[in-house]
């Protein structure tokens, strides 16, 4: 089932839809970061979309200001196989935090 048809099922109250909602904001943001690390060796990817990604990141998952931070120092590495490597590591652990 699709993320529309779920929402459009969704009852008033109910600790799942939170859940649902969480869910797909979460993915949203691994999205941006993935983009990040898989173009952080041709370009500058400080973008905002993932500085808004960094900053849900800090906002909603424990431990999220230290990953954020791994991250963001990762983003700054001149040698661009060891940024991307280090920035891999990062988003890992960012999805090892959030469940994902």
């Known amino acids: 089932m699709d993320y529309e048809s779920k929402m459009s ?50 906002a909603q998952i424990e431990k999220g200001p230290m990953l954020v931070d791994a991250f963001q120092r990762a983003m700054q590495i001149d040698i661009p196989p060891i940024r991307r490597d280090r920035m891999a590591k990062a988003l890992d652990r960012i999805r090892t935090w959030a469940g994902m």
């Open 9 to 58: 099922n969704i009852a008033f109250g109910g600790n799942w839809s939170e859940e649902l909602v969480f869910t797909r904001q979460l993915q949203e943001v691994l999205y941006d970061l993935e983009w990040a690390v898989e173009h952080c060796t041709e370009r500058d990817v400080n973008t905002e979309a993932v500085q808004d990604s960094l900053r849900y990141v800090s």
